[in-house]
């Protein structure tokens, strides 16, 4: 079977052409030979195809590991539309379930089963993958399983034990992005046989790299939205903010849409399909929305806070430019952005902050010193940190870093927020806190933040809410709760259900003192990737492809020409010619800052500088927030 089937014949019967890179063919060959193979190919590079073809020339079912429920389904979907046969384990299967679909897989002789690590670990779904004629594992987003990757899941570590399961299967890991690190521990903690290799570069030629500061964010989007009339993605990192910018960027006369995980799955799937069939050219999204899109005409993708690091950065600006024409990938900042990165990565999880978190659990749920209790603990980790003084999210990370080493067991159910939305009118609700003025700031603060709040659901940032009101939780959910009653507003509560069970007997510090080494190495690498992400956001001299490039371990000895940073260095070194170009554009019309910004194509430093060299020349003016000739 495995000779007597032609790759390409295969791709031409069920994609419709015959055409893949050179890279992926060498990747495709290894999988068919049954060698364990890493493969590391850029966002839009053709990872899955190189797990799917083989899998449909191979016999048996491919077990395929993948870290978002989204993305399973998203891929499922693709398959079935090309007639091949996939399926999963639902959330929610029993045991009867899971015996049903193990047994269709292997009379219908399905040829992909896609699970997530976390159903993977499940005893009963190790036992029936051993009754299964399984070609070969492939585990995609394998950057998961190295701490040195950006989105470091502990569950993926337990994939090695289908070394145990199922010996004689080989491996193919693929990702988009993996540093050298990266690439040395997925090998290790997979138990390669082989160390076969594919290792393609990150750079995009065709993709220009942008960064500007600008206090103005909307109305420089706006101007780069008129410019570039063509699919658009938008990132932002609030689900409220998507939005709202949406709604923004409507009443501006664009054509946007929004996407982010707290949507239904119906809303998902149209606000998807209007932008991919361009009846609406502009999506504004969480980083939910980009994981298997496949829509290669993409010519702009903004960003519109500092990603959380270099290699989430290069997943997403990727979607831009993968048919191989030139893009672009801008991200628009303020100062504050600056700040509020550097508070949100402020808080070191090292071995101390840790064992800080595990003496307080101890102290909070009273349990003796050598003791070990059997009961699983309810835990409300808002409270839990508002107690102790802690960061909820630095706790949580704590957390999840003694349920790695086996300290204790961490699971959380849900992270869904409050919904609310008012039934009454704005007048009866204003005559009602009149009525009862207990009620006056939870309401005020909820009017004040929450705009259309009478029209849609809005969903509740509890964290501000009680800050801002000094109201803790519970005050704040039993006013809801009454609101609700007495029918002046919908209130759906948040369903955030979080366990912890203690697996060894509580010793303070002799029980961490085995992995302190271990946690001080993660947060060296946490401290050292935020660094980097900082640098590269804050950088105003060097090529922006080349820091990237380096970071990824590959030598660049040429600059882009493209990014920000080049152009401008190219056009500072006549700086004469370049204070003649702006003088000439403010004789056409007074400009913006913004829209000086992306007529020279230079980056915010380099302007301001010239700017305020022309201002201080009296050659313009600056007036009405435009900058004219001094006439």
């Known amino acids: 079977m495995l000779n007597s089937v032609n790759p390409k014949e295969t791709l031409l019967n069920y994609w419709g052409h015959t055409s893949f890179r050179p890279l992926q063919e060498q990747i495709i060959n290894d999988v068919l030979s049954k060698k364990d193979t890493l493969a590391v190919l850029p966002t839009g590079g053709g990872k899955s195809i190189c797990y799917q073809l083989p899998a449909l020339i191979m016999e048996g079912t491919c077990i395929v590991i993948s870290p978002l429920l989204a993305l399973i389904n998203d891929q499922i979907q693709h398959l079935k539309s090309k007639n091949i046969t996939a399926v999963t384990i639902p959330s929610h299967s029993h045991t009867n379930d899971i015996i049903r679909i193990f047994d269709n897989i292997r009379i219908q002789q399905l040829k992909f089963l896609y699970l997530s690590p976390e159903r993977l670990a499940q005893p009963l779904i190790q036992e029936k993958l051993k009754q299964l004629p399984i070609s070969f594992i492939a585990v995609d987003e394998a950057h998961c399983i190295s701490q040195w990757g950006h989105d470091f899941r502990p569950s993926y570590l337990k994939i090695a034990n289908l070394r145990n399961v199922l010996p004689d299967k080989h491996i193919l890991a693929v990702t988009a992005t993996a540093t050298y690190k990266t690439q040395r521990q997925i090998i290790s903690l997979l138990k390669f046989k082989t160390t076969t290799q594919h290792i393609d570069t990150v750079a995009r030629k065709n993709l220009a790299y942008q960064v500007f ?128 990165y550097k508070t949100k990565h402020q808080d070191v999880i090292d071995a101390k902050f840790v064992l800080k978190v595990y003496q307080n659990l101890n102290q909070h749920f009273q349990i003796a010193f050598g003791e070990i209790p059997e009961q699983l603990f309810d835990v409300d980790l808002m409270s839990f940190c508002r107690k102790y003084k802690l960061a909820p999210k630095s706790t949580e990370k704590a957390l999840r870093r003694l349920d790695h080493h086996q300290i204790l067991v961490f699971n959380e159910q849900s992270k869904a927020q409050s919904i609310v939305k008012f039934k009454a009118s704005q007048q009866q609700v204003l005559q009602f806190v009149h009525q009862n003025t207990n009620y006056h700031t939870l309401i005020s603060y909820i009017l004040r933040n929450y705009v259309g709040v009478f029209d849609i659901e809005k969903k509740l940032d509890l964290e501000k809410m009680t800050t801002a009101t000094q109201l803790n939780a519970i005050e704040i959910h039993k006013k809801l709760t009454y609101l609700h009653q007495i029918e002046l507003m919908d209130y759906q509560p948040q369903q955030h259900h979080q366990t912890l069970q203690f697996l060894v007997p509580r010793e303070d510090k002799r029980t961490l003192n085995p992995i302190g080494k271990q946690l001080d190495q993660l947060a060296d690498v946490d401290l050292e990737k935020h660094q980097k992400n900082l640098a590269y956001f804050t950088n105003e001299q060097t090529c922006r492809n080349t820091i990237i490039l380096n970071y990824f371990d590959e030598k660049s000895t040429d600059d882009c020409g493209i990014c920000d940073i080049c152009i401008s260095t190219k056009k500072l070194k006549n700086s004469d010619v370049l204070h003649q170009q702006i003088v000439t554009l403010l004789e056409q019309k007074p400009c913006t800052f913004n829209q000086l910004l992306i007529a020279l194509k230079i980056n915010s430093i380099s302007l301001k500088s010239i700017v305020q060299d022309l201002l201080q020349e009296e050659k313009i003016i600056f007036k009405q927030h435009l900058f004219q000739i001094n006439a």
Not at 306 to 312: F, K, V
């Open 213 to 340: 500061e600008t206090p103005n964010k909307i109305e420089l989007i706006c101007t780069m939205l008129q410019k570039i009339k063509a699919p658009t993605i938008i990132y932002v990192q609030n689900r409220l903010a998507v939005q709202e910018l949406s709604q923004q960027l409507n009443q501006k006369g664009f054509n946007s849409t929004y996407y982010h995980a707290g949507l239904t799955k119906n809303v998902k799937e149209k606000h998807f399909n209007n932008w991919y069939t361009e009846q609406q050219n502009i999506m504004v999204a969480t980083n939910a929305f980009g994981m298997g899109i496949d829509k290669n005409n993409v010519r702009l993708v903004l960003h519109l806070e500092i990603p959380n690091s270099l290699e989430n950065y290069l997943q997403e600006a990727g979607r831009a430019g993968r048919d191989g024409k030139k893009s672009f990938s801008c991200v628009i900042l303020s100062k504050n952005d600056f700040v509020h």
